[in-house]
């Protein structure tokens, strides 16, 4: 009994991969024409500063204008993108795209701020991106200082001496860096002090239950802590309640993200924000 009750399970299991494993080579054939057919947009999400309530910058978050699916969140394709050397390519795209949008809005008197744009690992792993960076810069006329560099933390902490010295030359052009989904790596507070890194991103997981989650409360203001400690800029994300917002203001972090202030917007949406910050926020 047990035996086959075992072999069900099994087959059962199988047979769920299979469908997976079929689902994931569909998205990956049909992310190699999203790039030719230009499927992808990016949105925009503001970071506010409490103490001045003003747009202090945006991240950058890659959606999907998918030909059936309709505008799909990258919680759909991004991991396979990031499995295969697409991401290197749609990465590319992304920079390429969000610089030219900057340098619009501030060719046209707007003042974004910084924006963040998210870098896979796989990206940073490829040996031409410091290249790419600077021809771009060069290309679209951004200025280095309008842009930040979000990277998750456990692609620092791989291998740390490699991170060290590739994120010391993106500082060197002027580039701000970020470390996002902060305490979800494993960070080493040993290296963490000498990552040439200007930000941490508190990981949405920890804001989520600030309000039922002693532990919570106790990480997010060890990390606010550790960022001041260490001279860095310390931002909020996933910031929904006003709760949420009221503590980590209270426990001394300004720097806030989430669908509480905006939801990530399309480009337009972005400029009418701008144009009339006072009374959308
Ligand atoms: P992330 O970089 O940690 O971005 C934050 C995610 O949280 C975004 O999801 C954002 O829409 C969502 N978010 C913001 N505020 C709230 C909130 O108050 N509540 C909740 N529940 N969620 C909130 P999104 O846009 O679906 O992106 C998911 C992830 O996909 C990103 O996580 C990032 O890791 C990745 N991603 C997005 N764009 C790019 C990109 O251009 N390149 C790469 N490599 N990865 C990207
Ligand atoms: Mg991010
Ligand atoms: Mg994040
Ligand atoms: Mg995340």
Redesign the pocket.
Known sequence: KAKSKGRNRYVFFDQEMNEETNEHLEVEKSLNKALANDEFV??Y?PQINLQTDKIVGF?????WNHPTRGLT???YF?HI??ESEL?VE??NW?IKEVMRQIKAWYDMGLDPGKTA????GK?LESAGLVAFMIQSLRESGCKPEWIEM?I?ERFIMKDTSKSIALLKRFRELGVDISI??FGTGHSSLAYLKQLPITKL?I??SF??NLEESGADRAIARTIIELGRGLGLKVLA????TKGQKEFIYSSGCELM????FS??IPAHDVELLLKNQAHML
């Open positions: 990016i949105f999400q991240e950058a978050l890659i959606r969140a990258p919680g991004i993108a990031e991401i749609i990465g992304v744009i998210n870098i896979a990206q979000e998750v996002d989904d991103k990981d949405q804001v989520q994300e996933g910031v929904e993200q989430g669908y509480l939801k990530p």
